[in-house]
């Protein structure tokens, strides 16, 4: 599904990944973790596609394809998603109308009418325990950091991608909320073998969303890669000692 292949990305001349190498196949969930600052988001975006981040050298592979020189919203249609750790507020576009015209832009050849896109997504919304009302709301707009989270993994949900870059999405999350999005996910990972790249500092979500492998980077390298046993490690010793 995603083959990362010797990658190096800067940012404004500064080298921020270094030489990374790693393979998601089908249906698989990876975690990212890592202290503060050492590139997981830049990761993250560089997949995505996002202009401040400049591939210096190695190859993003999606499903055997070189994306480099697609644009976000190619590499968004051909299935890659990316739940933000950091979410933009939109004042005026309405988290429903933005749903719709994400549903729209994947499927040109449907007709989407806005009741039947509430209707048909009502219950993901009530399953992430929000209130109807949200969708009324502007995206993101005054949304807590929890409710973002929320936002994220609705748009995550309706939007059904091949492969899920999920940026902390259980950061700022209470239990509950945390168990109901985990949930979902796990609901989206069974139904449509969807591969994961989970970024994350916590080892609740784990129980969740149970990954194959774990990479840890620091300062822009993967520097180890194991089963979901590491993330005991990293608590017990930290990434330091690891
Ligand atoms: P993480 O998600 O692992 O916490 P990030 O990917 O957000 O880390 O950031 C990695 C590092 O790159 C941070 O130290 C950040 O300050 C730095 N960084 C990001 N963008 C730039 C930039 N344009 N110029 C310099 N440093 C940057
Ligand atoms: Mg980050």
């Known amino acids: 599904m995603l083959k990362i292949k010797n990658l190096t990305v800067a940012s404004e001349g500064k080298t921020i990944i270094q030489d990374i190498n790693f393979r998601l196949r089908p249906g698989e969930t990876h975690f990212l973790m890592g202290p503060n600052g050492a590139g997981k988001s830049t990761l993250g975006l560089a997949i995505m596609g996002h202009p401040n981040f400049k591939i210096k050298q190695g190859q993003v592979l999606f499903r055997k394809k070189n994306i480099a020189k697609h644009t976000t919203d190619q590499r968004a249609k051909m299935g890659i998603f990316l739940a933000f750790q950091q979410p933009t507020e939109f004042e005026g576009v309405k988290l429903l109308d933005f749903i719709k015209a994400g549903l729209g832009a994947l499927w040109p050849r449907r007709e989407l009418h806005t009741a039947s896109v509430r209707k048909n997504i009502a219950s993901t919304l009530q399953s992430l325990d929000m209130g109807q009302d949200f969708f009324d709301r502007s995206l993101n707009w005054g949304f807590s950091g929890g409710e973002k989270r929320k936002s994220e993994a609705l748009q995550l949900l309706t939007l059904k991608p091949k492969l ?24 989206l990972k069974k139904n449509s073998r969807t591969s994961f790249l989970v970024i994350t500092h916590h080892s609740r979500i784990a129980r969740f969303l149970k990954p194959d492998f774990v990479h840890i980077m620091v300062d822009g390298r993967i520097v180890k890669s194991g089963d979901k046993k590491l993330i005991k490690r990293i608590e017990q010793y930290g990434y330091k000692n690891i």
């Open 164 to 187: 899920a870059i999920l940026d902390e999405i259980d950061s700022g999350l209470d239990v509950d909320s945390l168990k109901a999005v985990a949930k979902a996910i796990v609901r």
